[in-house]
């Protein structure tokens, strides 16, 4: 049995179906990158995952039990965290707060959610930003934050949805170092990336969305030398080695 | 949890608490001034009991009124009809009021209206219990109910003096102070902000955002109902308009606004400040022209809304909000 199983998922907006039957399953302990241009229909699909959007068709299995239509903060509970592309913080509250209130779904007590956030900026190397007020973040620093409170929900499952666009190279690095990482503890991870460079390395499997329709499922290599992956979304002189 | 905040909030507190005991009993103060100070303290009791909701949680009620109203009606109704003890009729006015709060609350958050809807929301159901209130002749009607004087006593919550009054009003806002300290500081209260500061955020983390603004709804409701029984044992006078009228729910929240929305001492701050001004300028110019002390006051809110956006405690920063130092 899969850990999360999608099958035939269908979402409209008005007019435009964002996502056409959609169908692909992920494993535990995979990274499954997700690839598409502008308007693929990537981070609807989270939106679907997570239940901020409810799909029209279709279902989502989590370890064998549907989720679709589920509220997102009960997708949580179950173990599935998202990121928002436009992180999504309490601008008010400072960072330690964010990842603090996060760490309260499974400490009985503010101080021991406390300690863990401590635990957890230090992981993420923002010790040092646990008493700045949210808004005052970089963007980037803003999205490693909604990395830090994903963890802080302990979840099976994580949804990047680009936390590294606008990273420096370095920590870029870091970033996919960190992931690794994550994954030989025990989460699983489906990411939706822009920097070929990232999804490429660090993706077991890649799945190609375009128009909302799944064009490609396999291994990077396997995608990446797909005729109509490189026509739709690769470009054509895209140069893979 | 009370260790969390520093030291010298409680200190700061204390004293002020402290200096409030002792007023009464050092000062000789006349029977008008006794009266400013039970407003005062009256409408810090409700401004705090509105910042559970409208300040922690976010979530803007201008239909406070409706709260007090019940609870104010509840118990002087039962007390005419049955002659149940003002004290019962004030506990069950306030679960009659978080039941309301329950139910305007589960329709607004179950179709998802924020904002300035859940605003219309509030407003409307004030309005809606105001004239209902008014033209059900069985509950006194537009004219309103009268608490019959039968004897002095704690028991009957009845007195001749204000001084009473002054001290149950007194406990009723430090108690309800350090409910919000408590609040503040434990789940709960990061919880509410959350939703205030970010509602799909919250959600994404797993919290039960619904369950949590119905719960500081009714919370926010029942102490409500309290200050409403209060006022009608003090003036032994009620009628829809004073108890369940607009101009209640906003001066109910005006103080919050001026104080410092969402800070545990703001709305305290707030009344503090305001009330004995606004009562200082009406004093002083209300014989004069008709109008004119509302002008200045109108002139004198717009200003410190300019100057002090976030309320009084925002220009002191940490030093009046109980903020851990690190």
């Known amino acids: ?241 | 949890m009370m260790g969390r905040g520093n030291w010298k909030f409680f200190l700061g507190l204390s004293g002020a608490l402290l200096l409030l005991i002792l007023l009464p009993l050092t000062f000789k103060i006349s029977s008008y001034s006794l009266h400013i100070f039970i407003m005062v303290l009256y409408f810090s009791y409700l401004s705090s009991a509105w910042n559970l909701l409208g300040g922690f949680a976010g979530q803007h009620s201008i239909g406070h009124s409706a709260f007090v109203g019940l609870g104010a009606y509840t118990s002087t109704f039962l007390f005419l009809q049955i002659g149940l003890n003002p004290w019962i009729g004030m506990v069950l006015g306030a679960i009659l009021a978080s039941l309301a709060g329950l139910f305007i609350g589960f329709l607004s958050f179950h179709y998802r209206l924020r904002g300035l809807y859940f605003v219309l929301v509030t407003i409307a159901f004030a309005e809606i219990l105001a004239i209902l209130f008014s033209n059900i002749r069985f509950l006194g009607g537009a004219s309103g109910l009268v608490v019959p004087l039968k004897e002095e006593s704690l028991w009957l919550f009845q007195f001749r003096s204000k001084v009473p009054y002054y001290y149950i009003i007194l406990t009723m806002l430090a108690l309800n102070i350090f409910f919000c300290y408590w609040v503040r500081w434990t789940r709960l209260g990061y919880y509410l902000m959350a939703i205030r500061e970010n509602e799909d955020a919250a959600r994404a983390m797993g919290i039960r955002v619904m369950d949590y603004k119905l719960l500081a709804t009714a919370l926010s409701a029942f102490l409500s109902a309290l200050g409403g029984t209060f006022y009608a044992q003090y003036t032994y006078f009620i009628d829809p308009l004073t108890v369940f009228g607009f101009g209640l729910s906003i001066e109910i929240l005006i103080y919050p606004i001026v104080g410092g929305v969402g800070t545990v001492l703001g709305p305290v701050i707030g009344t503090f400040v305001l009330y004995p001004f606004a009562e200082l300028i009406r004093t002083l110019l209300g014989a004069r022209t008709a109008g004119i002390h509302l002008m200045v006051y109108g002139a004198i809110l717009v200003a410190i809304m300019i100057l002090a956006p976030r309320g009084i405690v925002g220009l002191f920063g940490k030093r009046f909000s109980p903020k851990k130092e690190k």
Not at chain 1, 166 to 194: K, M, N, Q, W, Y
């Open chain 1, 1 to 241: 049995m899969s850990l999360l199983q999608v099958e035939n998922l269908n979402k409209s907006f008005g007019g435009l179906m964002a996502v056409r039957n959609l169908s692909f399953s992920v494993e535990q302990g995979e990274i499954v990158g997700i690839i598409g241009p502008n308007g693929a229909g990537k981070t609807t699909s989270f939106g679907l995952m997570t239940g901020f959007l409810a799909p029209d068709a279709g279902s989502i299995l989590f370890r064998g039990q549907p989720i679709q239509g589920k509220d997102p903060e009960e997708i949580c509970r179950l173990g599935i965290f998202r990121t928002f592309q436009l992180a999504q913080s309490f601008p008010e509250l400072t960072v330690k707060e964010n990842v603090m209130i996060a760490a309260l779904l499974h400490q009985p007590a503010v101080r021991l959610a406390e300690r863990e956030a401590e635990k957890i900026l230090a992981r993420m190397g923002m010790a040092g930003k646990g008493a700045v007020q949210t808004r005052h973040l970089t963007i980037p620093e803003k999205k490693r934050l909604e990395l830090a409170k994903g963890l802080a929900t302990r979840p099976k499952v994580m949804l990047l949805d680009e936390v590294m666009a606008g990273l420096l190279p370095t920590e870029i690095d870091s970033a996919i170092r960190l992931i690794a990482e994550l994954r030989s503890e025990g989460i699983t991870f489906v990411v939706i990336e822009h920097v070929m460079r990232v999804i490429m390395s660090i993706s077991d499997r890649i799945i190609v969305l375009h128009h909302g329709e799944k064009i490609a499922d396999g291994t990077p290599k396997e995608v990446s030398t797909q005729p109509n992956v490189v026509e739709a979304y690769l470009g054509e002189d895209f140069l893979f080695a």
